[in-house]
T-cell receptor
Framework: GQSLEQPSEVTAVEGAIVQINCTYQTSGFYGLSWYQQHDGGAPTFLSYNALDGLEETGRFSSFLSRSDSYGYLLLQELQMKDSASYFCAVRDQAGTALIFGKGTTLSVSS | GAGVSQSPSNKVTEKGKDVELRCDPISGHTALYWYRQRLGQGLEFLIYFQGNSAPDKSGLPSDRFSAERTGESVSTLTIQRTQQEDSAVYLC???????????FGQGTRLTVV
């Protein structure tokens, strides 16, 4: 089976940078994904890492280290609208279920 | 359709009744997932369908829960003899294949009274 660990809450101010960590345990490994969910909304895809290193998409970046079974989501130039829950998710092989962590609630204040 | 569609959006049912939740995935998506999300909690995996393969039912919490999918289209999640602890948002997602990003529906909020 798979298990994922991420902090339950993170707080930051507008304009700051925040990093949300995720460690995982899987029998195999087929990529680490990140999803964002606003209160009352549906989760939406943010990023996917299959190989080690940093993937950058605008203000958001995601990092993976397969040897450490670790990844993080980096959010820069935080805005109030970034207040949401962020979930990391893994598959242990292609064509299998996507398993999510318990989520990190990010609160951005002015 | 343009996105994943779930119905009903809200369902209130009496304890002990059966409920059926529906998910229409994005056309052409072979993979379909069901998750349960209790208030303020994470996404709890329930069941996964991938093409014509046998579904992965490892997340179903009890034999009161079952799901079906017709080919690569509609899926229904059935909960029999509902209990109060079944109250949650049930989310459906689909993806083009078994290893690409998942697109979620808005969910069905189930309240068991």
């Amino acid at each position: 089976g798979q298990s994922l660990e991420q902090p339950s809450e993170v707080t930051a101010v507008e304009g700051a940078i925040v990093q949300i960590n995720c460690t995982y345990q899987t029998s195999g490994f087929y990529g680490l994904s990140w999803y964002q969910q606003h209160d009352g909304g549906a989760p939406t895809f943010l990023s996917y890492n299959a190989l080690d290193g940093l993937e950058e998409t605008g203000r958001f970046s995601s990092f993976l280290s397969r040897s450490d079974s670790y990844g993080y989501l980096l959010l820069q130039e935080l805005q109030m609208k970034d207040s949401a829950s962020y979930f990391c998710a893994v598959r242990d092989q292609a064509g299998t279920a996507l398993i999510f962590g318990k989520g990190t609630t990010l609160s951005v204040s002015s | 359709g343009a996105g994943v569609s779930q119905s009903p959006s809200n369902k209130v049912t009496e304890k002990g009744k059966d409920v059926e939740l529906r998910c229409d995935p994005i056309s052409g998506h072979t993979a379909l997932y069901w998750y349960r999300q209790r208030l303020g909690q994470g996404l709890e995996f329930l069941i996964y369908f991938q093409g014509n393969s046998a579904p992965d039912k490892s997340g179903l919490p009890s034999d009161r829960f079952s799901a079906e999918r017709t080919g690569e289209s509609v899926s229904t999640l059935t909960i029999q003899r509902t209990q109060q602890e079944d109250s949650a948002v049930y989310l459906c997602a689909s993806s083009a294949t078994g290893d690409t990003e998942a697109f979620f529906g808005q969910g069905t909020r189930l309240t068991v009274v």
